[in-house]
Every structure is written in C-alpha cells, then in structure tokens.
C-alpha cells in the first residue's frame, strides 16, 4: 500500500477510531494474499500482546492451506507502507507492528480534534445514533435511607448510561422508587403511633426509617405471638384506600415521597449522579395495569393460587429475607396470602422452571410484579425504545426471569429488548450488630481519612482551594473504584482501609495520577507552552521506547469504550484507567519535560496532555470528578 488511502469497511471507522486505520491496513494485507474479503480478513485483526501491536490468528479463517504455507504467503508479500512497518510469522500467528510516525500523528491529532470538528470527542462515537435505551437503576425504597445496598446498582447504572451516550445512543436514565404497597401501609401506621412532626422536619429520611423499624417489630411480634395481627390488617386496609384514591391517604403518602426524593437527590448530586425521570411504582396507571391483568386472561395465563402454595413460598421468602437478598419492595409480594385468606391469581411458569408468581392477592390489590408488567408497557408507549436495561443485583434473577417470561408469553413487541444486567453483592457493609450501613456514613468516614492524609502534606495543603471538596471527592473517588474494580457478577468484601490506601490500584492513586499529570503544564509554565495546532509539534522527538508505548495505550481507548459497552463491565474502563496510570508512572524518569530543549520540552509536554485528557475522559465515564490538585 504506497499511498495513505484505505478502502471504507465496514465496522472499521478510522475518523473515531484512530487504530482502525492500521486494522484496515492488515485487512487489506491479508486480503490479497490469501484471498479474502475485507470484511473476513478485518474481522481477523486482533490487539496483540507482549509488545507486539497487531496479531491475526491464521487458523480463524478456516482456508484449505496448510498454516505454515498461509503464513508464508502474508510474510512473503508484506511490503513496509505508510501504516505498517514490519510483518513477522510466528505460527499460527503473524504480528504486525505499526509506523510510529503515522501512529503519533492519528492518535495524538485525533485526541486534541474539536468535537466541533469530528462531532465527538475522543473516546466517542455515532454507532447507537438513533437508537433509544431505557436504564432503570438504583431504585430505593421511600422512607429508607440510602444505604450500602443501592451502590452497586447506582454506580453500575450510571456508567452504563455514561458509557450508551458515549456510543452515540438517547439515554433516559430512570429511577425506579419504590413508592407503593403495603409498606406504605405500614409506614403510615407507624407515623400514627410513633411519628413526630419536629422530629421529621429535623431529619424526615431517618426519622421515617425509624418509625417503619418500630412497626415492623409491632407486627413481627403480634405474629409470633400469636396475637391478632392488627398492625398487618391497619397496613392493608391503608394501602386499599390507596389504591381506591382515598386523598387524606394519598396526601400523606405524597408527602413522605417528596421529602424521600428531597433527600435522594442530595445523595445522588454527592455522589454525581443524575436521572432524567424519577418514576415509581405509584406511577404505574391503573388503566395499563387492568389492559395486563386482561390481556393475561385473554392469553389463558391466569390460574388460582392456593393458600398452601403460597405459606410455603412465604416460608422461603422469609429466609431470603432475613439474610438481606430480597428487595424490600416485594415482601409485600412476598406475604401475597400467607394466612390463607381468599384465592390469588398467578401465572404458572413451572414448565420453565420459574414457579408461579402472584400477580393479585385475595383482596385484588396489585402486587409488585405487575406493576413491573403494566409499567414496561407503560414505558414503551412513551419512550418506544430500542433497548430496556434493568440493573438489578443478582438476589432478583427469579424476579426479573419472570417479568420477562410473563411479558414475552404475552407476546409483547419489545419483550426481546428488555435485559437484565445482574451484579453480586457487597459483604462487610453492615455494622457489628448486623444493622445496615447508610451511604452517607461510609462516605464521611472516607472523606475523613482522606482529608487527614491530606494534611500530613502542609505545603501542598495549602494550594488545595476547597480541602472539605477535595477530600469528599477522592473518598468518593475510593469508594466508587472498590466497587467497579470487581466485575459486576462477583461478590466483594467491602475493605475501608485498603479502599483509602494511596498504595496499590485504588481510587486515590487514580486521582493522584492525574493531578501529577496537570501540575506538569503548571511547572514548566510560561517557559515551555504547547501550540494550539499539534501539527505544529515535531512527534518523530519522541523516540523513546516509552512514549510509543503511552500513544499507542491512548489510542486503545476508543476501543475500550466500545468493548466496555459490548460487556456492560465498568471494570474494563477501571483497569483502562490503571494501565494507563502505571504507564505514566513508569515515564517520569526517562520522558522529562523541564530543563529540556525546547522542541523536545513541547513534544513530552503535549504527550503528558493527552495522557491527562484520556484519563480524565475515562475517569468521567466511570462517574468520578478528575481533580487538578490534592
């Protein structure tokens, strides 16, 4: 290939992906040696490792050939061209290594391009253009504070959506309350006998949380007892004027909501999180959850449940209960008839192995799951999206397998777009007593034993304009890291020291890679200054072994954000971050940028930029607010 113009393939897209261009290259390559199409033959293309740049596994293509033959036909033909320098056969493999000029030059241009210019910023891309997702994520309970719990789903939800708008799709980032039930039954008899109007003005998310712990324990004893179960019957009979409209009821519930969301919304601004639309289970119409429960009839889905069928998943849903995995949403799902009372109506999904789920209880009222039913058809009236994600720990996976079994037997149009993206959960986040830990406590503690860390540094303590900011963002940053570092489906033991460690590949040392690389520009400044046109910069003066290695780790982030979106793994973007960060780290000695010749000051200079600009750009996604001093 002696010109620089590469032929259009397709899933190659060299302007956002600046390596592809080098792919493309290869494909072409491999094309006419071993006479392939384009799109076979760049398919083919892999990352390579151990110092190598591109690697093609040759028995992939499946030809009639023996190996060693087809290797010879790649390696006998290659020619050094604009993009490629050198082709080696290794067997079953041949490597390819790029021209290092041409590689600075697209992916350290491309970094600094405008997205005026390109559309996107580096990182992003168009491939999700007019496609709409859904992701509903968090979803607390009102009157509960936020606890430990709802972190995982929270910060997985937020970088998914994060990580769907960098791939060009129309987000609606939606938290799901759980705002109805007979839990709100509960909390308003609760209110009643324990509730205080200056306590609820002084702290109304903890003061609700206490009053629904205190009625809990009325109902739990009456029931082991054996006494007549009056706070669990004062419950329903307030979740049925609920659902018949009864306004005193409803005004009340609206209020708890609102000083709920109130509180929420402080949380989730600490923690930088955003929603485009707090929905709920009282949001559910009622009109949408009678057209379910009739067209579940229609379809023949519908048969009774007996009252002994239901103590004995009553039986189970307790243990699950009291071991933490079942969502404190649905144990009013879970206690649908366990007295005996009256006939509930379920769908049988045994053949399937997902047992019988209650969709009505005796009285008629809804239950938690066909509110999921009648909302998602809700959802898609309104958004008619592309895609539905639910971030859901894996305690669910029978809930939400049955939601969607239901919703396809159904026949729904979209019943193949909804997924179900599950996530282990997290030990060693409740106290010695066993009592849950709420999120607000765990990130004081870490901002506290960051800002002592902080001040151990006197000189550089003092630069910090907002020390009480900085310190809460780098525990948040701690607190975050810990969590992604795992991939989603494993469980993790919660560990606050090493979580607060400056040592080893933990939130702190990612924010301090990067404070490192802004103080760079601040040192050499005003004696070495960076032109705004990097076509202006000499790149062929970065010659050493280490600079190339950064380039081309930069220009892999791209893919990286792709790849990330294809796994729904946060951690790919996390462990990005930190080989990024080691790279950097390992460069300070050999790349200097002060005291330096002047040309060779900007080149090392504007390399360290890139680096900063790609790190905070990952850091971004992953939620995390990069700092510029510590």
């Not at 109304?204 to 006494?227: P, W």
């Not at 879970?334 to 789920?357: F, H, M, T, Y």
């Not at 959802?379 to 999206?385: G, P």
């Not at 200097?592 to 790609?614: K, N, P, T, W």
Request: a neutral charge.
């Amino acid at each position: 290939m002696s010109s620089s113009v590469l032929p259009l393939i397709e899933g190659a897209d060299p302007a956002n992906f600046p390596l592809d261009s080098f792919k493309v290259a290869i494909a072409v390559l491999l094309s006419k040696a071993l006479d392939l199409s384009l799109d076979t033959a760049f398919s083919g293309v892999d990352f390579g490792r151990k110092g190598v740049d591109f690697t093609v596994a040759v028995p992939r293509f499946r030809l009639k050939s023996k190996i060693p033959e087809l290797i010879e036909k790649v390696t006998s033909t290659f020619t050094p061209n604009h993009y490629l320098e050198q082709c080696v056969g290794e067997s079953p493999f041949v490597h390819f290594y790029v021209r290092t000029t041409t590689l600075f030059k697209l992916v350290l241009e491309r970094i600094h391009q405008s997205p005026a210019s390109n559309g996107v910023p580096f990182g992003s891309n168009w491939q999700g253009a007019g496609k709409k997702v859904v992701i509903e994520f968090s979803s607390p309970n009102i009157a509960k504070p936020f606890h430990a719990g709802h972190l995982r789903s929270t910060i997985i939800g937020t970088v998914l959506s994060n990580l769907f708008e960098a791939n060009g799709w129309d987000v609606i980032r939606m938290n799901y309350l759980g705002d109805w039930g007979k839990q709100f039954g509960l909390l308003a008899v609760g209110f009643k006998r324990y509730g205080s109007e200056e306590s609820l003005a002084n702290n109304a998310i903890m003061h609700l949380f206490d009053v629904y712990v205190k009625v809990n324990r009325d109902a739990a004893l009456e029931k082991e007892r054996g006494e007549p179960e009056i706070t669990d019957q004062k419950a329903r009979e307030v979740f049925r004027k609920m659902e018949s409209g009864d306004e005193s009821t409803l005004s009340l519930w609206r209020r708890f909501r609102e000083l709920s969301i109130h509180k929420y919304a402080e949380v989730y601004n600490r923690l930088n999180v955003r929603f485009d639309v707090y929905a709920g289970e009282s949001l559910v119409r009622s009109d949408h959850i009678k057209a379910a429960m009739a067209a579940l009839e229609a379809n023949n889905l519908l048969t009774d449940k007996t009252s002994k069928e239901s103590n004995n998943n009553w039986k189970e849903k307790k243990v699950a209960m009291s071991l933490g995995t079942l969502r404190t949403a649905e144990e009013e799902d879970a206690e649908a008839n366990p007295s005996g009372r009256g006939v509930a109506k379920a769908v049988d999904l045994n053949q399937w192995k997902l047992g019988k789920p209650v969709v009505q209880k005796p009285d008629g009222t809804t239950i938690y799951i066909m509110r999921d039913i009648a909302g998602v058809f809700q959802r898609y009236e309104q958004y008619k999206f592309d895609k539905h994600i639910y971030v859901v720990g894996d305690q669910q996976e029978l809930h939400v397998a049955q939601f969607f079994k239901i919703v396809s037997l159904l026949n729904a149009p979209f019943a193949d777009r909804l997924e179900h993206v599950s996530f282990g959960r997290v030990n060693g986040m409740s106290t010695r007593k066993g009592d849950v830990k709420f999120l607000d406590e765990i990130l004081d503690t870490a901002k506290e034993a960051m800002l002592a860390q902080m001040q151990q540094k006197e000189e550089k303590f003092k630069d910090i304009e907002d020390p009480d900011y900085t310190a809460d963002q780098i525990g948040m940053t701690c607190v975050k890291v810990q969590d992604m570092q795992a991939k989603r489906v494993h469980s993790y033991n919660f560990d606050p020291q090493r979580m607060t460690s400056f040592e080893g590949d933990t939130g702190a040392y990612l924010q301090y890679a990067h404070v490192r690389l802004c103080s760079i520009e601040r040192k050499v400044a005003p004696t070495v200054v960076v032109p705004s046109d990097p076509s202006q910069i000499n790149f062929d003066l970065l010659a050493e072994p280490k600079a190339r290695e950064i380039v081309f780790i930069l220009g892999t982030y791209p893919d990286v954000v792709r790849t990330a979106l294809k796994t729904y793994e946060p951690s790919n973007i996390v462990s990005f971050c930190f080989r990024l960060s080691h790279i950097i780290s390992s460069a300070w000695e050999t790349l200097i940028v002060m005291g330096q010749e002047h040309e060779l000051a900007q080149a090392r200079l504007f390399l360290y930029m890139s680096a900063r600009d790609v790190l905070g750009s990952a850091m971004r996604l992953l939620s995390l607010s990069p700092l510029t001093r510590m």
